[in-house]
Structures are given as C-alpha cells and as structure tokens.
C-alpha cells in the first residue's frame, strides 16, 4: 500500500528566505507525485505534479519539486517566500488504477 | 466555469439529525470523491465514484452515503449525525481516475454537530 510522509508539520520561515517542505513515500510500484496548497478557508489547489521524465518540476508562483526514486522523496522548494505563500501544503501520491493518498500537511508560516 | 460547488458552506447539526451535503461539478469529470479534514489528520477519503452509477469506499465510510446518478452531482448523506463527524468536508473531482491528472477541489462544507 503506498503512503505518504510529511516529516514537518510546521515550518516557520522569515520573508525572503529559502525554505524546503519535505516529502518521502512509499510505493512498490511507479508513481505519480502531487503538491497541493492550501490558503486559509479555502480548498486545496493543485501546486504542481510530477508524472514521467524530467525529475525537476516548476510551479508558476516559484515553487519547484525534485522527484528522487532511490531516496523515495519529493520535496518542494522555493529560493525566497513571501507572505503569500503562508498556507498548508500537501503532497499526495498516485499510482494508476488506485486512488490518491495526501501526507499529513506542512504548515508553512512566513514571518514578515 | 463554476468548477467544483459545494453547498452549504456551514452547517450546525443536532446528534442524531441527518443532512446532505451537495456538490455538483461542470467539468464533464468521471471521478468525484469526498474528503474530510481533521486538524493532524490531513485528508481521509470518505467515499468516491469512477463514474455515473459506480461509487465504493474510502478509509472512513462508516456513518457516511453517497450516490452518483448524474455525472455532474456526487451528494454526501450523514445518516445519523455523531460529534464525531465534526469536520471539514471537501468534494474533489478530477478527469479520470485512472490517469494522474490533479484534482479539484470544492471551497469546503464546515459541518459541527453538537
């Protein structure tokens, strides 16, 4: 069965700074790996996706996700945040034919 | 392009009391799922639908109907409302179920039973 680890529930980070959400899974099969956000009272929106080829994906707001199969992770980044990007971030994984599993979430809080 | 709607937004319920939380989509998607939010606990799928007439089990099915006649409407029944079953509850749907497109998620139904 696959699941999904979110090893820090909560990251607080100063403006401007580089901050790295992490991600592990397990699966013995292939996958396809997902980030979600979520900003306060709202519903989760998909952040970006990883599903063949290049190991290295971009969101449009600056967030990049690196999919490592040897070391099972899939963690997001971002070179310097802003105040906006305060929210719940989940990563969530997918094989075909079988339904999407989400981690626990991080907490991303970013201090002015 | 409404997208994913979910109705009402919040709701009180007395224990015991049933309701039924709607959610309709206007993306011509075959799958719809329902998820509930607990603080700690991240998402836990509820129950789900590949497509119009087909609906099965998540992790936490208990106390929880659903029934797909039309593509478009995925409604969730609380049969006998339980102070467990305060949450946060969000509809999501997506293209297909067998292939890894991203889901779409409703703005949540914030349920409290008392």
């Known amino acids: 069965a696959q699941s999904v680890t979110q090893l820090d529930s909560q990251v607080p980070v100063f403006e401007e700074a580089p901050v790295e959400l992490r991600c592990n899974y397990s699966?013995?099969?292939?996958?396809?790996l997902f980030w979600y956000v979520q900003y306060p009272n709202q519903g989760l929106q998909l952040l970006l996706k990883y599903l063949s080829g290049s190991t290295l994906v971009e969101s449009i707001n600056g967030f990049e996700a690196e999919f490592n199969k040897s070391q099972t992770s899939f963690h997001l980044r971002k070179p310097s945040v802003h105040i906006s990007d305060t929210a719940e971030y989940f990563c969530a994984v997918k094989t075909s034919y079988d339904k999407v599993i989400f981690g626990p979430g991080t907490s991303l809080s970013v201090i002015p | 392009n409404a997208g994913v709607t979910q109705t009402p937004k919040f709701q009180v319920l007395k224990t015991g009391q049933s309701m039924t939380l709607q959610c309709a989509q206007d993306m011509n998607h075959e799958y719809m799922s329902w998820y509930r939010q607990d603080p700690g606990m991240g998402l836990r799928l509820i129950h789900y639908s590949v497509g119009a007439g087909i609906t099965d089990q998540g992790e936490v099915p208990n106390g929880y109907n659903v029934s797909r006649s039309t593509t478009e409407d995925f409604p969730l029944r609380l049969l006998s409302a339980a102070p467990s079953q305060t949450s946060v509850y969000f509809c999501a749907s997506s293209l297909a179920w067998d292939r890894a497109y991203g889901y779409t998620f409703g703005s949540g139904t914030r349920l409290t039973v008392v």
């Open positions: 699966s013995s099969v292939s996958v396809y």
